[in-house]
T-cell receptor, first 112, second 114 residues
Framework: DAGVIQSPRHEVTEMGQEVTLRCKPI?????LFWYRQTMMRGLELLIY????????DSGMPEDRFSAKMPNASFSTLKIQPSEPRDSAVYFC??????????FGQGTRLTVV | AQSVTQLGSHVSVSEGALVLLRCNYS??????LFWYVQYPNQGLQLLLK??????LVKGINGFEAEFKKSETSFHLTKPSAHMSDAAEYFC????????????FGTGTKLQVIP
């Protein structure tokens, strides 16, 4: 298995633009997590899905952020409009029943 | 709700010295516990995990951790630090059943001094 695949690896965008981050989970994993990592706030859980259903989105910072999981093999995290304070590394992680979370390599987002 | 506390955001050790990174969890039900390592510009990689089997868990790269229910701790140790161990380490916990929401600690950056 290729592991959790995130794209793009790096994204630079201008303030106000829409940004879409993508994640392909490990086949067979039924849980998917989106995390944000910054120097100031560390690793924050934004949202997690179980069997494609959003279970807890209490970590989503505001309405500008949205996440979808239309099927078991794909998820997106969208920021619209983006702001400089959204600059961070965004990680997708997936897990199976009673397994650890496997992390992707992350997307480094820079909003200028 | 589960919470994980890592004592010390930065730890420095000399090469060859003992590494001890501390982690405490809060849960009335013993959770699944994990230690992850993150090297610069990379994702998190699992070092080891505890899933209610043996209380002393051995992981990759010579690391191990001991689950102590009485102390609600899961400290990470390595007898002899290598320069390559310099990284950030995260302790994490998840519920033992149902959904696998993982709660992470704030991380500890390990510096290894030559």
């Amino acid at each position: 298995d290729a592991g959790v695949i995130q794209s793009p690896r790096h994204e630079v965008t201008e303030m106000g633009q829409e940004v879409t981050l993508r994640c392909k989970p490990i086949s067979g994993h039924n849980s998917l997590f989106w995390y944000r990592q910054t120097m100031m706030r560390g690793l924050e859980l934004l949202i997690y899905f179980n069997n494609n259903v959003p279970i807890d989105d209490s970590g989503m910072p505001e309405d500008r952020f949205s996440a979808k999981m239309p099927n078991a093999s794909f998820s997106t995290l969208k920021i619209q409009p983006s702001e400089p304070r959204d600059s961070a590394v965004y990680f997708c992680a997936t897990g199976g029943v009673r397994t650890e979370a496997f992390f992707g390599q992350g997307t480094r987002l820079t909003v200028v | 709700a589960q919470s994980v506390t890592q004592l010390g955001s930065h730890v420095s050790v000399s090469e060859g010295a003992l590494v001890l990174l501390r982690c405490n969890y809060s849960s009335s039900v013993p959770p699944y516990l994990f230690w992850y390592v993150q090297y610069p510009n990379q994702g998190l990689q699992l070092l080891l995990k505890y899933t209610s089997a043996a209380t002393l868990v051995k992981g990759i790269n010579g690391f191990e951790a001991e689950f102590k229910k009485s102390e609600t701790s899961f400290h990470l140790t390595k007898p002899s630090a290598h320069m390559s161990d310099a990284a950030e380490y995260f302790c994490a916990a998840s519920n033992s059943g149902g959904y696998q929401k993982v709660t992470f600690g704030t991380g500890t950056k390990l510096q290894v001094i030559p």
